[in-house]
């Protein structure tokens, strides 16, 4: 956008370290005292904090290094540049659909700015069959502060769009409480393309704040490059050997680089973090590394509304309801957080159900279109393990994902509520988005009809952007991948800070659990590795 300063073009500028894809072929050897794998969330903030504590960091990214300059607002310009196999990575038996990013930044690049805190209840949880005791809300709250200062975490004053004020009037009528999603921005235009990239720098992505901070501070960054695997030898890494990626993840033409460090840390995200150790042949003695993935299964519910909604304006993610958590047992049923996400005309369209002339009949209908969503929160019944990673042959990762019954019980209810509150909201149609529905004009009419929905994979449209777990942390290692402080049990000099050491899945959107708590890890790691102190700040 014209007059819009561009910090990364700035920083190439000013000299920043970067290498790989159109910044130069990296060297076949690097050194360091600490190498970092991926620049999402976890990496972001870890790399901030150690080049702060005067440490020496190199960072490897899978994707490109893309800029407010490159952010044009398109989706299919965004998709295939910024997302994970071009926003369309898959389950093994591609019944769900998942959204990760694959760029500098990761998601939080191309995230919907929702932030929360670990709830109560989830640590709870873990301190109890996990064993991680130190794990509560007093204990992490520092740390959770300073993230939020750091990233401009507060309250969106904004009076919310059509789209998040039909859940918030919708749930109001039916006495179920709402309330307002605190947003990670500073000076938000309200544009509704958070999910595209930022094109003003608003968004206090890992991008435009701990990434360059650490390349400031003399961080090196490696893109387009994909980490191939670990050497291990004597309970240690010994290197990262590191390929020349294509956008589609494979390799590229271009010499091997071998990154050795001190210390490593994974932070690649859920899927690629289990991945890499899993093509490595990490340790693994209990059989933990790849178990218990989470992905917050979501189910969705899109209704017509007479006025227009374009839920494509205006911040994309701004209320949401806990009722259908708080009034569940944490251990019971699977319970849901709703939320309203932001509508486009691509992922509108890969993610409603029916073709041909149905789905024309709802892209008439798209600008008075309204669409719940509802986070089931996996990981705490014995009947919701989570999925597997593995790895395929060509050394790719692939999560295996089972939806059983007692998930799909949950999304059945959880597109029973939305009905409801769509319904109290004012809708003339709703659609439980499934392949076996049809709109429907009157609430007694599809209440009936999704009780009696077969519930199966593939039939019922089930989509997500978190993934948790895979590396979980434990008290101890034969139920986890990596302790409490984030090393690994078994490798001595190597740490995962990403949410995929997470026991269980979060019950919330993720970004700021894995800001808040690898804030905590990676100021520990400075520590013990015998730098100086810092804080996030």
């Known amino acids: 956008m014209a007059n819009v300063p561009d910090p990364i073009r700035e920083g190439l500028a000013r000299g920043w370290k970067v290498r790989g894809g159109p910044h130069g072929e990296a060297p076949p050897r690097i050194t360091c005292d600490v190498a970092i794998v991926g620049s999402g969330a976890g990496a972001g903030i870890t790399a901030e904090i150690l080049t702060r504590a005067g440490l020496s960091v190199v960072i490897v ?103 998040n004020d039909l859940l918030r009037r919708g749930a109001l009528k039916l006495g179920i409480p709402a309330a307002a999603i605190l947003r990670n921005v500073r000076g938000c235009w309200n544009l509704g393309s958070c999910g595209m990239g930022c094109p003003t720098n608003a968004k206090q992505s890992m991008l435009v704040t701990t990434i360059p901070a650490a390349l400031d501070a003399g961080a090196t960054l490696l893109v ?22 294509r956008a589609n993840g494979g390799f590229a033409a271009g010499g091997t680089t071998d990154v050795i460090a001190s210390h490593y840390v994974l932070a690649a995200g859920a899927i690629n973090s289990p991945g890499l150790l899993l093509r490595s042949q990490a340790p693994d003695p209990h059989g933990r590394l790849g178990t218990r993935t989470f992905l917050h299964p979501v189910v969705m519910s899109a209704a017509v509304m007479q006025q227009p909604v374009q839920g494509w304006q205006g911040a994309p993610q701004t209320i949401y309801t806990d009722h259908f958590l708080d009034t569940q047992p944490i251990d019971g049923p699977i319970g849901f957080k709703l939320e309203a996400p932001p509508l486009h005309p691509v992922i509108f369209a890969s993610s409603v159900s029916g073709f041909g002339t149905q789905q024309a009949e709802l892209l008439r209908g798209f600008p008075h279109t309204h669409v719940l969503l509802a986070l089931l929160r996996d990981g705490f019944h014995e009947q919701s393990p989570g999925g597997k990673v593995s790895v395929r042959g060509d050394g790719s990762p692939e999560l295996d994902y089972p939806l059983n019954p007692f998930v799909m019980e949950g999304a059945r209810r959880a597109l029973r509520e939305m009905a409801r509150i769509q319904f109290a909201a004012g809708a003339q149609r709703v659609l439980p988005v499934h392949e076996a529905t049809q709109p429907y004009t009157t609430e007694s009419q599809a209440l009936a009809a999704i ?21 979980g942390m434990a008290a101890t290692p034969d139920l986890g991948v990596v302790r409490p402080d984030g090393g ?23 970004q700021l659990s894995i800001y808040g708590i690898v804030n905590r890890l990676a100021q520990g790691l400075a520590r013990r590795l015998g730098a100086r102190d810092v804080i996030l700040a």
């Open 61 to 163: 990214e899978q994707g490109p290094l893309r800029s407010s300059s490159d952010f044009k607002q398109q989706e299919a310009v965004a998709y295939p540049s910024l997302y994970q196999e071009s926003a369309a990575r898959k389950t093994a038996d591609k019944a769900i659909n998942i959204l990760q990013g694959r760029c500098v930044g990761g998601s939080t690049t191309v995230n919907w700015t929702s932030s929360f805190r670990t709830p109560s209840a989830t640590l709870a949880y873990w301190r109890e069959k996990f064993g991680l005791t130190d794990y509560t809300d007093d204990a992490l709250s520092p740390y959770f502060t300073q993230a939020e200062r750091r990233l401009g975490i507060a309250p969106w004053l904004t009076p919310p769009n059509e789209n």
């Open 224 to 245: 387009e490059t994909h980490a191939e695997r670990f050497e291990f030898a004597n309970g240690r890494v010994q290197s990262l050997r590191c390929h020349p990626a």
């Open 451 to 471: 009780d009696s929905l077969a519930m199966k994979p593939l039939l019922t449209k089930v989509v997500s952007a978190h993934v948790m777990g895979g590396c």
């Open 488 to 510: 690994h049990w078994q490798v001595a000099n190597l740490s995962v800070h990403d949410g995929s050491i997470f026991p269980t899945s979060i019950g919330a959107n993720p």
